[in-house]
């Protein structure tokens, strides 16, 4: 209807613009440790704690994010989660001593990962199954872009003013976005009255677990009695909190969503992706800037063509997805992603030219936008409309896991060479990180093969029951 149409952009705006200040946050302080230790007067261990407070708190909230907004609203908590977000942002830039950042940092995580998950809760409202892939396109390669831009933003802005204002850019985006988001959205419920608190509980807690022994592995060692507990903690709890959903009446995550193979089968895809783009990532920018010697804005802008096709390729593949079906694109974006990485790997050296190294970036790019849009499409189109909320939790607290794991395993292979002690070894060491990272890239491939295809000929709405069936 007509007047439909104004509602419609409203959200994908509002949603975009929302999960593009969450994004742009998970990377942003990655480029500037150098500069918040001189400001601040911190060890740089310390510090690196800016980085995974954040990064604890996304991962450990994100399906309580969702079932907060299927109890008490939607739009509500969207808003909240964006109130959060933009206080813990003006507290970071106020922040006088390490201490008090990485608690800032830690709140900001956490309104993160209420407003990640519920905007795609809010566009799949929005938006009939037939024209729900344009839309989450624009929201995917938004996302993607706010990933990746992370650390250009971070370098420019620590080079031309001070690190204060990597936090302050999202406060005054922050003040306009929840006035208009509690304005302009409309408010929706998902199907269960009741909040399930134990499985609150038991998620947040073993999702910590897990995330906690793994951003501490390179640390303390991937032997350390402080890693092995923090991993077999989170799997116990884990364990528990998958019998507790399998028996509660009222579950935050029904455990029957996992039978339907695309949503199964999606969420793995998700995994390998951000698994081996946050790992390759995290590295690339060492590579440039310890190897190559740029500074860290022009690393970040030699990272430019893999962190732009998102914004332009992936409007158009969740157009077509929406023509051609998922399972396709995710396949090729991901053998794309593959061969990017394995021609770095491959050409790195000391003396390599960027002409290469930016051609084999952005095959990776365009790679990664074909699959922003189209994961988070598939999912959505896996699932009944009312349980969009717990879906999109899920596929973002299992996304944020393959991310982490994927810094920590790619670390691991890398700092085994004695990666600082001459640039020979630090190639050596990068390329074969760069390895494992192809090879999360390949096992996504077989994931998304194992979705179900699209059923040509027939209305979306049939050819999604008949994938269930």
């Known amino acids: 209807m007509p007047n439909q149409e104004p509602h419609k952009r409203w959200t994908v705006v509002l949603a975009s613009l929302g999960v593009f200040m969450t994004a742009l946050d998970t990377l942003v302080v990655t480029t500037s440790l150098p500069a918040l230790r001189a400001g601040l007067h911190a060890g740089l261990q310390s510090l690196e704690w800016t980085v995974n407070a954040y990064n604890l708190a996304f991962a450990c909230f994100l399906l309580t994010g969702a079932a907060l907004g299927d109890r008490f609203g939607r739009r509500r908590m969207f808003t909240i989660g964006l109130l959060l977000f933009t206080g813990a942002s003006a507290l970071a830039a106020l922040s006088p001593n390490a201490g008090t950042l990485v608690a800032a940092r830690t709140v900001q995580g956490a309104g993160a990962a209420i407003v990640m998950p519920l905007t795609l809760t809010l566009i799949s409202e929005a938006f009939s199954v037939e024209k729900r892939g344009a839309a989450i396109g624009l929201w995917g390669g938004i996302t993607g872009l706010g990933v990746a831009l992370g650390p250009v933003v971070g370098g420019a802005v620590v080079d031309g003013l001070s690190w204060h204002w990597i936090f302050w850019l999202n406060v005054p985006v922050g003040l306009v976005l929840i006035p208009l988001a509690a304005a302009r959205l409309t408010e929706s419920f998902g199907p269960r009255p009741q909040l399930d608190v134990p499985g609150l509980v038991l998620a947040g807690a073993g999702a910590l677990g897990i995330t906690w022994g793994l951003v501490r592995a390179n640390a303390v060692g991937w032997g350390s009695g402080e890693v092995i507990a923090a991993l077999l903690a989170g799997a116990a709890l884990v364990g528990v909190f998958v019998a ?12 029957g969503l996992f039978r339907d193979r695309t ?31 740029y500074t860290p804005l022009e690393a970040g802008i030699r990272l430019l063509p893999w962190a732009a096709p998102p914004m332009i390729v992936a409007p158009i593949a969740g157009v077509l997805a929406d023509r051609y079906g998922n399972r396709p694109f995710m396949a090729l974006g991901l053998a794309l992603q593959a061969i990017g990485l394995a021609w770095v790997a491959t050409i790195a050296a000391p003396d390599v030219g960027y002409a290469q190294l930016g051609a084999a970036l952005a095959i990776a790019g365009v790679g990664t936008s074909f699959c922003f849009p189209t994961v988070a499409n598939a999912i959505m189109g896996s699932v009944p409309l009312s349980e969009a909320g717990v879906a999109s939790g899920a596929n973002s607290t299992i996304r944020e896991l393959g991310g982490v794991l994927g810094v920590a395993v ?36 077989i994931a998304a093969l194992l979705t179900a295809p699209r059923i040509r000929g027939r209305a979306p709405e049939l050819a999604l029951a008949a994938e269930r069936a």
Do not use: C, K
């Open 410 to 445: 790619l670390a691991s292979v890398f700092a085994r060479h004695g990666v600082y002690s001459s640039h020979a070894t630090f190639v050596e060491g990068f390329s074969a990180a760069l390895w494992v990272a192809v090879g999360f890239s390949g096992l996504g491939v």
């Open 244 to 255: 507790w959903e399998s028996r509660t009446d009222t579950p935050m995550l029904p455990l």
């Open 263 to 293: 949503f199964a089968s999606t969420n793995a895809v998700s995994f390998f992706m951000y698994a081996g783009l946050f790992g390759a990532l995290f590295l690339m920018s060492q590579f440039f800037q310890t190897v190559l010697g």
